[in-house]
C-alpha cells in the first residue's frame, strides 16, 4: 500500500506507539519509522546517555532533526518519542505532511508498562503512578491540540490499537 501522508503516533511515554505501529505496518505493508531508534542510530548512543552527555535540549534538537528528515521521505508510519508533540514546530511539520494520531493510556496502565524500564531518563527516579499522572496532565493538552484523532488503549492489545486506527484511515491512505 502507498500511504498519501504520513501516519504519526504520538502520546505518553509507554502507550504503546512502537508496538501499535510495527502492527500497523504488516497489516498495512507500509514503512514504519521509529523517532526514538533514529535518534540512537544517528547519535551512536542510548537515549540516557544523550541525555546525560549532551542534555534534553540536545536530544530534542536532534529529534526535530529526525523529523524533518521523515517529513521529507516517502509517506510512512511514525512512531514518535513522547515528547515530540511538545514542541510547537514538530506539530506543525507534522500537521503538513500527515495525520496525527494520539494515543491515551491511564497512568497505571503506563507504570505497568515501563515500570521496568531504565531507558526513559524523564521517569528515572520518578517511577510512581503519582509523579506519571503529573506529568500526564501537564502534557495532555498538547497532545489534545496536536491530534486529529484520538485513540484509546487501555484494555487494548497493540493490535486491537492497530485496528482501530485503520477503522479511522479513511481516504488518507
Ligand atoms: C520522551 C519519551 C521517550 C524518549 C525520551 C523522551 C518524552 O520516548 O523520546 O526518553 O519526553 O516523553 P517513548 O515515548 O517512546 O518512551
Redesign the pocket.
Known amino acids: 500500500m502507498k500511504l498519501k501522508k504520513h501516519i504519526f503516533l504520538i502520546?505518553?511515554?509507554?502507550?504503546g506507539?512502537?508496538s501499535t505501529s510495527r502492527k500497523l505496518s504488516k497489516r498495512l505493508h507500509v514503512e514504519e519509522a521509529?523517532?526514538?531508534a533514529m535518534?540512537v542510530q544517528r547519535e551512536g548512543r542510548s537515549?540516557?546517555q544523550i541525555?546525560e552527555e549532551s542534555g534534553e535540549p540536545y536530544?530534542r534538537e536532534v529529534?526535530t532533526g529526525v523529523l524533518t528528515e521523515l517529513a521529507e521521505s516517502e509517506p510512512c508510519i511514525v512512531?514518535?518519542?513522547?515528547?515530540?508533540a511538545?514542541q510547537e514546530q514538530n506539530v506543525v511539520k507534522m500537521r503538513e505532511c500527515g495525520v496525527i494520531f494520539f494515543l491515551t493510556a491511564s497512568p497505571e496502565t503506563v507504570y505497568s508498562r515501563?515500570k521496568d524500564?531504565t531507558?526513559?531518563?524523564?521517569l528515572n527516579g520518578n517511577m510512581n503512578v503519582p509523579y506519571i499522572r503529573q506529568m500526564m496532565e501537564t502534557?495532555e493538552p498538547k497532545y489534545r491540540s496536536a491530534a486529529d484523532i484520538v485513540i484509546e488503549t487501555d484494555g487494548c492489545t497493540s493490535a486491537e490499537v492497530a485496528d482501530k486506527i485503520i477503522a479511522k484511515l479513511g481516504d488518507i491512505t
Open positions: 502520546g505518553f511515554m509507554g502507550v506507539k512502537t521509529d523517532t526514538d535518534i537515549i540516557p541525555f536530544f529529534e512512531s514518535c518519542g513522547g515528547g515530540m511538545m515501563v524500564s531507558s526513559r531518563p524523564l502534557r
